[in-house]
């Protein structure tokens, strides 16, 4: 393996480690955002679901970027 | 009471094939060269050897009881070249000495003296023949072969060791001469044994440098194979150099390394907890703080105090932390220098000026735990050909001139890893795995863990660990975050269709 090791190129995280920060900052408050809507939405299944869905997926990758951003690097 | 003593050699060395016939080569000279440092002890030994049959290629080293002791680390090459013959190890030689005393004529007490000397062989890279000669040499690091003595010192006092080894280098075949000699890193020899009796000499069998840092046994004559039970009960003697040390001797007496790699964050945290020792005189009396300060002010450090330590790290980290069991430790410096992948020469390392809480006087304890980040660019490659990623990971920091006594490497690797496969430079003396469980986990991490014992600067390797991560389980975070963010929507969801109002 060490041979191996040697000539093989170097690891690229899929999303580069420099955008993290801004990934954080747009999703989370994008996430927020989505949350204050759905509070103010009247009894309707599928706009409520569809918002809800959207901000759960949303503030997922916020969560996962905010982490590694103030170092806990999950 | 009349007693006769007979001899009788009967040496029933087993002859495996791998051990030749003892005739096949001689030595014409072997020169033991010991390197005296604090926990550490540094052996080379080089054997002239003539052949003395044809074809001879397999050669047979011999190490006493001692040596085979606190031998840590072995090498043997054929000198002048830089790659190391492989050794093979044979363990304790079968050979014995069977001693019948005659009491009383007829009373028969049988006396075994069996043999305490270990074998290795190495098959030479090109077969010798008669009179043909090469020269090989073998280099051993032993750990825990110096002691302090007197084992007490108080805080002013000078720091001295002693080494005990054996008079003579033994090889299973015939020596024309040998000679063995001590050097210390510049500090002086204090006292050294006078052998009484010793054949195969004339004159002076220890004689001191003139710089007072070496001493030198010999030259020894004609010496017949010493590595024989017979050889050793006769001229076997055991030797102690005295000298003094000026550094502190330090040993680490555990050491918990963690290396976690992380796929979203590109990033790879190697944590190590550290167990400190001062392995030098223990101290005798109090300790006085006044004392200290004012060695520290006049510039006159005692030798067995410890209190200042630099560490080498890898280049490219950031956000190294240092703390023990009270909190931070503040009293560290870190002196980054860039990795490869930042645009900085490759070969050097950062180096972290620790200040440990208290100065380690001998005998005295500090555990410590120490952290850093760094880009897993520089560990971790892809591997398109398998679909998979090839990480490494150091062993461990490097304390020059101590012994890891216990060391356990643990990595952890990204949620949900498959086929995992391990390479480490020397064999554990245990390997497992298990999983563990951290921040925003929902199965939990593998992890394979590496356990050492005593490790030297000899053993600064690197272990690489292969290991796939499918998209689904890098995906698993973010999901498995959404899930419980949904939880707190749908809870919100059914919250408006509930009516709870007592009256209507």
């Given amino acids: 393996l060490q041979q191996l090791h040697k000539t093989l190129p170097p690891f690229q995280p899929i999303i580069p480690v420099s955008l993290l920060p801004y990934l954080a900052f747009i999703l989370l408050t994008l996430t927020f955002g989505l949350a204050f809507y759905f509070s103010t939405l009247p009894k309707g299944t599928v706009k409520e679901s569809t918002v809800a869905i959207l901000a759960s997926v949303l503030g997922g990758f916020g969560t996962v970027a905010m982490f590694c951003t103030v170092g806990v690097y999950v | ?504």
Avoid: C
């Fill in chain 2, 1 to 504: 009471m009349v007693m006769h003593r007979y001899w009788l050699h009967l040496s029933t060395v087993v002859l495996s094939l791998a051990l030749p016939s003892w005739a096949s080569f001689e030595n014409t000279a072997v020169v033991r060269s010991i390197d005296l440092g604090g926990s550490l002890v540094y052996t080379t030994t080089t054997y002239n050897v003539k052949a003395l049959e044809d074809g001879s290629n397999v050669y047979v080293f011999a190490l006493t009881e001692r040596e085979q002791e606190t031998t840590n680390w072995m090498e043997a090459r054929v000198k002048g070249h830089s790659v190391p013959l492989s050794l093979e190890n044979h363990g304790l030689s079968h050979e014995y000495v069977l001693d019948l005393t005659l009491l009383l004529w007829y009373i028969v007490a049988e006396v075994i003296t069996y043999s305490t000397t270990y074998y290795y062989s190495v098959a030479l890279p090109k077969a010798l023949d008669t009179n043909q000669t090469a020269n090989l040499v073998l280099e051993t690091v032993q750990t825990h072969a110096t002691y302090p003595f007197p084992p007490e010192a108080a805080q002013d006092d000078r720091q001295a060791l002693k080494y005990d080894t054996d008079l003579f280098v033994l090889s299973p075949y015939k020596t024309l001469v040998q000679r063995t000699k001590f050097k210390t890193v510049g500090f002086p020899i204090l006292s050294y044994t006078e052998p009484k009796g010793v054949a195969f000499t004339t004159g002076s069998i220890a004689t001191k440098s003139n710089t007072g840092s070496a001493v030198t046994y010999g030259p020894f004559h004609d010496l017949p194979p010493s590595s024989n039970p017979a050889f050793l009960e006769e001229n076997q003697q055991k030797i102690s150099i005295h000298y003094e040390f000026g550094f502190p001797m330090l040993s680490v007496k555990t050491l918990r390394r963690v290396a976690e790699i992380s796929h979203w964050g590109a990033n790879l945290n190697i944590q190590d907890e550290i167990h400190l020792y001062n392995a030098g005189p223990k101290l005798k009396g109090q300790f006085s703080r006044l004392e200290h300060q004012a060695q520290a002010y006049q510039r006159r450090p005692a030798p067995h105090v410890l209190t200042e330590l630099a560490l080498q790290l890898p280049a490219g980290i950031h956000s190294a932390y240092y703390y023990d069991t009270i909190g931070n430790v503040s009293t560290s410096h870190l002196r980054v220098v860039p990795s490869a992948s930042q645009g900085g020469l490759p070969g050097r390392n950062s180096i972290l000026e620790l200040r440990p809480r208290y100065p380690l006087l001998g005998g005295w304890n500090y555990s410590f735990t120490l952290g850093w980040d760094s880009p897993l660019e520089d560990y971790a490659g892809w591997d398109a050909e398998k679909g998979r990623y090839v990480a490494s990971v150091p062993i461990m920091t490097l304390f020059g001139g101590s012994v890891v006594e216990d060391a356990e490497v643990k990595v952890i690797l990204p949620e949900a890893s498959i086929d995992v496969e391990v390479s480490a430079p020397f064999s554990p003396s245990s390997f497992s795995s298990s999983t563990h469980t951290t921040y925003l986990d929902t199965t939990g991490r593998p992890a394979v863990v590496f356990k050492y014992k005593n490790l030297t600067d000899k053993h600064t390797g690197v272990i690489y660990i292969a290991y796939k991560v499918p998209l689904s389980a890098h995906l698993k975070k973010p999901t498995a975050v959404g899930i419980a963010l949904f939880g707190a929507f749908f809870v919100a969801f059914l919250w408006k269709r509930v009516d709870l109002r007592l009256e209507k």
